[in-house]
């Protein structure tokens, strides 16, 4: 299998490249990789004598995963030298300026040749992986150098390929890496079964970025002469297929006197024209601040959501009648019930949610309007009192993943 995979990995890589002649993302990928040496020969940090710790993440979304580790790693490790990759070009471009890192740049390839020419141009001491990042011929690399490597946030489900047969010597491979951090107990149990010995079950680190965001002192002038003294109801990463089934429910909520803030998925004005010609006559613009006079106020700028679910007293998560759901643990750190499309099973903190019924799923119209309106008085405090024993059952998870690091001495120093 391991012989098939390193075929199948070069056409992968190989596909991406055709790519770039007709997709934007593909294309930013590929220029993306071609100076990568200049990324280190830049950085007026790095020392390339100097062992470091590499991080890595496919993207955003992962990185938010990683970043809380990577503060905690700074703030007992001042010194320590970090090189953060990215294999998704919209994580790079986002967080090519991120502070805590020596250096920020892409993760080349799975390619034997590339996977060898990063190691080398890293020097780690300490491997980090996020998630699911499972690239077996750096892992194979890293392997025969004996270089440390763990695996934090990770989630594994039943019907992975790396469960089947014909992937065995692939699964094997993950045995020989230094730990193993999962987000929940099925994660476990399926490794467990499959004789490992180097997992244990720590949580989603995402959880401590969300608390420690919700901790944080914000105010938003904006958004608060807009709310006035009404109660309002946040859309927080809305899509267009969210909005055709809640539409009337969220024109209903406006005419019990509700205020509105919905932050798009996508701010481009087409998105954003989109939604206002769904709402015509009631929306306002978060970037206009002449008046407030409408009932919904649309975000078309990035970077406040996280900190604005503060104001809300229901929150939407937009994504559940598409691919699936974006983040929810944002607007829960702030004791916020949520609700979501049907598609939301491939997300952990989701499905422990609606088992625990402090987020309720919306399957129709109507739906969201009937739970907004059950959500209230006795039912709301019994709600934020579930939410607060998952946020602090699940809390500190890059302490535990630390304190491991440092067991085992894996952070040079």
């Known amino acids: 299998m391991y012989f098939l995979y390193r075929i199948l990995i070069k056409g992968y890589f190989k596909l991406l490249k055709f790519a770039a002649y007709f997709r934007t993302d593909a294309r930013q990928w590929l220029e993306g990789r071609k100076n990568i040496s200049s990324h280190f020969k830049n950085s007026k940090t790095f020392n390339s004598q100097k062992k470091s710790i590499w991080i890595h993440a496919a993207s955003l979304g992962e990185f938010e995963q990683g970043r809380p580790l990577i503060e905690l790693i700074k703030k007992n490790y001042p010194d320590q030298q970090i090189v953060l990759t990215f294999f998704s070009p919209s994580g790079f471009e986002i967080q090519k300026n991120y502070t805590l890192a020596d250096v920020v740049t892409y993760f080349l390839s799975d390619l034997k040749d590339d996977a060898n020419e990063m190691i080398t141009l890293i020097n780690p001491a300490l491997v980090i992986f996020i998630k699911y990042e499972f690239w077996f011929n750096t892992l194979t690399a890293l392997d025969k150098k004996a ?3 763990i695996f934090i946030s990770a989630i594994f489900r039943e019907n992975s390929y790396l469960f089947s047969s014909y992937a065995k010597i692939l699964l094997n491979k993950l045995k020989n890496v230094n730990h193993l951090f999962l987000q929940n107990e099925s994660s476990f149990i399926l490794l467990q079964d499959k004789k490992f010995t180097n997992i244990s079950i720590v949580g989603d680190t995402r959880m401590d970025r969300v608390l ?4 944080q002192d914000y105010k938003n002038e904006r958004i608060e002469q807009f709310i006035g003294n009404k109660k309002v109801l946040i859309f927080g990463s809305l899509w267009e297929e969210d909005l055709m ?3 009337q429910d969220l024109l209903n909520c406006i005419s019990q006197s509700w205020k509105i803030i919905i932050a798009p998925h996508k701010i481009d004005a087409d998105s954003i024209q989109k939604i206002e010609s769904q709402l015509p006559n009631l929306c306002l613009r978060y970037s206009d601040s002449s008046q407030n006079l409408n009932d919904v106020l649309i975000i078309d700028s990035i970077g406040i959501l996280s900190k604005i679910y503060r104001y809300a007293d229901f929150v939407y998560i937009g994504g559940g009648f598409g691919k699936g759901i974006h983040n929810i643990l944002e607007a829960l750190a702030y004791l916020k019930p949520v609700a979501f499309g049907p598609n939301y ?16 799923e919306v399957k129709s119209q109507g739906d969201l309007l009937k739970i907004i309106n059950q959500a209230k008085g006795k039912r709301l405090e019994e709600i934020k009192i579930e939410i607060g024993k998952y946020l602090n059952e699940n809390k500190a998870a890059s302490q535990k993943i630390i304190e491991y690091l440092q067991n085992q001495k894996l952070i040079p120093v």
Do not use: L, S, T
């Open 345 to 360: 099973q491939k997300f952990n903190e989701a499905n422990f949610a609606i088992e625990h019924q402090f987020a309720f």
């Open 245 to 247: 089934v809640i539409k």
């Open 212 to 215: 420690d965001i919700a901790n």
């Open 147 to 149: 270089i440390p490597v």
